[in-house]
């Protein structure tokens, strides 16, 4: 059974960085494409960034320049540099495993002063 956990959430301020942390396992990693999403309090959940498992980058066009996601397959784990962070982008932030359609728990982001 596939798992993921998520890490890295916090509060931080307009304009400051968070890096999200997904630890999977039960599954075959290192070939999943894997995603971030998020979604904001009576919102939908939106696509912010996926990865191949070749490393095949996708970035919604409201976080490209400022994103970054990443992959270490040895460790199990995709990331997500967040820069340059907005208000309007506090929500929780899920990790998703594409071949697997399995999501993380997810892990709460706010951008307040």
């Known amino acids: 059974q596939v798992q993921l956990v998520e890490s890295g959430g916090g509060l931080v301020q307009p304009g400051g960085s968070l890096r999200l942390s997904c630890v999977a396992s039960g599954s075959i990693f290192d070939i999943n494409a894997m995603a971030w999403y998020r979604q904001a309090p009576g919102e939908q959940r939106e696509l912010v960034a996926s990865i191949t498992g070749d490393g095949r980058l996708n970035y919604a066009d409201s976080v490209k320049g400022r994103f970054t996601i990443s992959r270490d397959n040895g460790k199990n784990t995709v990331y997500l540099q967040m820069n340059s962070l907005k208000p309007t982008e506090t929500a929780v932030y899920y990790c998703?495993?594409?071949?697997?359609?399995?999501w993380g728990q997810g892990t709460q982001v706010t951008v307040s002063s």
């Open positions: 998703f495993d594409m071949w697997d359609a399995t």
